[in-house]
């Protein structure tokens, strides 16, 4: 009887994850620092992506009608983010009402998701435009951390599963872990800016916001029986997959920095 093949090596995806992720660092710095145009522009692109992505989870037999939404969102995004009034945000409502008409099933599931996709992305654009590059290095940095403790601290410690029917892959202790990272970096960033200690609470909140996040985006892979919302990024899957935690994260300092001052901080 032959050998059984030997199980895939635990970091085997490690070299593939952090080639993709550098070089999505590279190309989110220079958008993240030069702010503007250049900023709204690769938000507009990637939130575009993203709701392309939806749509072909959804409905992958009809990539036309994808690819149709995708190009709509970018154009009202775009004209909202030019035009910036009040009620302009009610352009956000415009794919989502046309997917649901186009749709049979999964209906609210579109509807919801391509929302909060528009939303998180808006709500990065006024981040760093109304907040400054600061905060948002300060949240950016929050999501990044959080994902890199809770990946070595999961595959390194393993334990009991955070939500096995929705991420068989996550643990407490890649959670747990995640916490505290995002904790060290609101240290860090009180340590180098005038914000106050609180700010080390408020990041291990966004920390778990972004494992909801995260959390989310797996529920509805796991419906729509997908590994991956693409395949456009080699060892992440898709744009959605990779920045799932930051819509989360994105959606709860929209609303955080709502209801209460955000600080202007510096170094």
Do not use: C
Not at 31 to 55: D, H, R, S, Y
Not at 159 to 181: E, H, N, Q, V
Request: aromatic share 14%; proline share 4%; glycine share 12%.
């Amino acid at each position: 009887m032959d050998n059984p093949l030997p199980p895939p090596a635990k970091w085997d995806d490690l070299t593939v994850r952090l080639t993709s992720s550098a070089a999505m660092v590279v190309i989110g710095a220079f958008g993240v620092i030069l702010g503007g145009i250049w900023f709204q522009m690769l938000v507009v692109f990637v939130t575009a992506v993203m709701i392309w992505e939806l749509w072909m989870m959804i409905r992958p037999d009809e990539p036309t009608k994808g690819m149709l939404m995708a190009a709509l969102v970018a154009s009202v995004m775009s004209g909202q983010l030019a035009d910036g009034s009040a009620w302009g945000m009610l352009l956000f409502l415009v794919v989502p009402v046309i997917g649901v008409t186009q749709l049979k099933t999964e209906i609210k599931t579109f509807f919801f998701f391509a929302l909060g996709i528009q939303l998180a992305g808006w709500g990065l654009v006024h981040f760093r435009s109304d907040f400054g590059f600061t905060w948002l290095l300060w949240l950016m940095s929050v999501v990044i951390v959080t994902d890199i403790f809770g990946y070595f601290a999961g595959k390194s410690l393993g334990g009991p599963k955070f939500w096995p029917r929705i991420s068989p892959k996550k643990t407490w202790s890649g959670t747990i872990a995640g916490w505290l990272g995002a904790g060290l970096v609101g240290f860090l960033f009180s340590v180098f800016t005038n914000a106050g200690l609180w700010i080390i609470a408020i990041s291990m909140l966004l920390s778990f916001a972004g494992q909801m996040g995260d959390i989310a985006e797996s529920a509805l892979k796991r419906r729509m029986g997908v590994k991956d919302s693409s395949t456009l990024i080699p060892g992440h899957g898709g744009l959605f997959d990779r920045f799932d935690a930051l819509l989360g994260a994105s959606l709860f300092l929209l609303v955080l920095a709502d209801v209460f001052d955000v600080p202007g901080v510096v170094w």
